[in-house]
């Protein structure tokens, strides 16, 4: 399948889409989340992808949802439209995602990357909600996720001033799980995501969506749904062969199964 707004590789068990309007430095229209959108259930439903990672070009990550589009929209015809709702199906796919990020990751793209399962950013990376200064608010879950992720102070400075974090203030917060420098960060994301791949799938979705339950529900429901989840995958031959390569002191292979 070709894309006008995207390009999509594979590289052994994992799905790499990178953006691409470098015109506008992939801000995200409706175009690009619609073609990402399906070049994500492409590598969903492909038996062989374990893993996939997003990310964008040297200079930006994303630098937000495209203004240039939203410009004229009306209160009627975001509520028809139901403007955004889309975006949430990125955040619903089932295997692991990682958002790679150089550059700029501001509005739409920071809420973009915070969608993914994890972030790993290059020295270059910024971070930003500068909504605000176009007299509007995040609202493809920014002012939730970020909360979230890096706590109200800076969640809340962020998006009353518009400021953005560099990258190394985004690992000290924890909006990142890592800093490498920008040449290395594809690579270093192609690495990560096959080390995931290399894991039996069932067990890391099940894993992806036990740590997704944490920002769902109570402490006390998260921990019953985690040990019910832990106890099913006992019924897996993944689980036999993973501790009985363990013990044989040998590569486990894993079948999905
Ligand atoms: C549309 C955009 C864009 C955007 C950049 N461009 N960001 N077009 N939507 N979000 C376009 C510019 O208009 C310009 O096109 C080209 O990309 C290059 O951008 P420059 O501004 O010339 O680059 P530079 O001077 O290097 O500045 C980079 C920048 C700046 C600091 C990232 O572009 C910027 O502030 N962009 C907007 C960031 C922003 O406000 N994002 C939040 C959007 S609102 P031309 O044709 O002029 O060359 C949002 C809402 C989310 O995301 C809520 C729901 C998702």
Redesign the pocket.
Known sequence: KTYETILVETHGRVGLVRLNRP???N???AQIIAELDAALDGFERHPAIGCVVITGSE??F?????????QSKTYPGTYLDD??TA?DRISQKRKPIIAAVAG?A???????AMMCDFILAADTAKF????I??G?????G?TQRLTRFVGKAKAMEMCLT?RMMDAAEAERAGLVSRVVPAAELVDEALKVAAQIAGMSLPIAMMTKESVNRSYETTLAEGIRFERRVFHAMFATQDQKEGMSAFVDKRKPGFTNS
């Open positions: 015109q506008a430095l801000a995200l229209n200079k930006a994303a630098a937000g949802a495209d203004i240039k589009e939203m403007f955004i975006w700029f501001l509005g739409g793209g920071c809420e973009l930003g909600q500068p909504e200064k176009l509007v608010m995040p609202g493809a920014g518009g």
